[in-house]
């Protein structure tokens, strides 16, 4: 079994490494308040999200398979560049943040396993994820990342070794327990905002672009697009399942460990990983502050990549990992100032917690637009020829957006009352 995952891991495309990058150490951190602050109560909104997260993947994959250009270049063409530009610099906030929130985890994780100081590894870690992905090629990258996917299956090792009500995990993940309270829905627009973010949307899109490119930048005749598109429809499957088991995972974690000891406050994914340990002993520790690195390693590259590729196609420069950085210097600069950005965030009195729980849900917001975008651009002949979304895809990619709008409009409700 194990010698087959080389090759697995060769034939699979972006989707798994967009399904991993979701689970990236603030949304590791995410989960953990979401189990240790509302116990098992909130695990249906992973088995809620799953289908609509497919297919709204499905979709951005879709855009960026059959046009040739991702996602922001397509909405160039089909929406006020005004707006355009609003949302675009919302999500680099949003990214900067998490890109922030994911280096101070990493380095603070470092720093608990192996001592030092926690400013000096997070600088290490800026300093390496941005040289990664300005010196190494994209095929060399991506497939760097789908190694690193494998590491998310710590997490799932922590389960086994805390004792889980299974029993009432199940209930929960099937039957929703719904409050009213404005730290409820602002709890479930953050999961959703980490589950469903716009990111993913820009990432997945623009990898679908650099593997047209690999092939000379044709997308082929009738025939081999929809086979592209049967790849498309595998892996995002794959990447979303693995995605949204993890983050299960690290919610029964949260709820078993801290929500029953009476932890209901987690400052980081760091924090986290330290009040395991002695509740859960240092497998349980070791193997959650090992994953932090790891998925921080993975995710921080898509992060940055997510937020040039969209500005760099919202203002038609030239773009791509592929790309040699004096080809696309405007993109490589983008990425370097949104690490290094997220990386000095660091170094600022700003509660990490606060700010990333604010940019999940920045990101809960941003999605409903480009999501309802992206929907109306897959729908049209004009843009998509013959490989307009079918009918299941479109029904539960415009649920998703009503499902994150109804979230949004909860939250802000409460909010303003």
């Known amino acids: 079994m194990i010698h087959r995952i080389p090759s697995f891991l060769r034939h699979v495309g972006p989707g798994v490494v967009t399904g991993a990058a979701d689970d990236d150490p603030s949304g590791i951190a995410t989960y953990t308040q979401a189990g240790a602050q509302f116990g098992t109560g909130l695990l249906w909104t992973v088995f809620l999200s799953l289908p609509f997260m497919i297919a709204i993947q499905m979709v951005s994959a879709r855009i960026g398979r059959v046009t040739g250009k991702g996602v922001a270049a397509n909405l160039r063409e089909h929406m006020p560049r005004g707006l355009l530009i609003a949302l675009i610099g919302l999500l680099v906030v949003a990214n900067t943040i998490n890109i922030a929130a994911d280096i101070g985890a990493m380095g603070e994780a470092l720093q608990l396993v ?35 996917t494998l590491t998310l299956f710590a997490y799932v090792a922590t389960v086994f070794a805390v004792k889980v009500p299974w029993a009432q995990v199940l209930h929960d993940l099937l039957v929703p327990q719904l409050q009213w309270s404005s730290a409820y829905w602002m709890m479930i627009v953050a999961l959703l905002g980490t589950t469903i973010s716009p990111y993913l949307f820009f990432w997945q899109a623009a990898q679908e672009v650099e593997e047209l490119r690999q092939h000379g930048g044709h997308r082929g005749g009738d025939a081999e697009v929809w086979r592209a598109l049967r790849r498309v429809k595998f892996d995002t499957w794959v990447g979303m399942i693995f995605s949204n088991l993890i983050a299960f995972f690290v919610m029964v974690v949260g709820s078993a460990v801290l929500y029953t000891a009476g932890i209901h406050e987690v400052s980081s994914a760091a924090q986290a990983a330290e009040a395991l340990r002695p509740l859960a002993g240092d497998f349980a ?27 760099a196609e919202a203002f038609g420069w030239q773009e791509g990992l592929e790309r040699h950085w004096r080809e696309a210097k405007k993109f490589y600069a983008i990425i370097g100032i949104a690490t290094l950005a997220g990386t000095a965030l660091d170094f600022t009195p700003v509660d990490p917690m606060k700010a990333l729980y604010w940019s999940a849900v920045i990101n ?30 479109r029904w539960l990619g415009w649920g998703g957006t009503a499902l994150m709008g109804f979230a949004v409009a909860m939250m802000l409700r409460d909010i303003v009352a």
Not at 116 to 142: C, E, I, K, M
Not at 289 to 302: E, F, M, Q, W
Not at 367 to 386: D, F, H, K, Q
């Open 285 to 311: 520790f070791w193997l959650f502050a090992g994953g932090i690195i790891a998925t921080g390693l993975l995710a921080v590259p898509v992060l940055a990549s997510s937020a040039a590729y969209a500005v």
């Open 114 to 148: 192996a001592g030092g100081g926690q400013h000096f590894h997070s600088v290490v870690f800026g300093v390496v994820t941005v040289l990664l992905q300005v010196f190494v090629p994209y095929r060399r990258l991506a497939q760097i990342l789908k190694w690193l």
């Open 364 to 393: 809960g917001v941003v999605a409903v637009p480009i999501m309802a975008a992206m929907m109306l651009l897959v729908s049209r002949e004009r843009v998509m020829g013959a490989f307009v979304a079918s009918r299941r895809t």
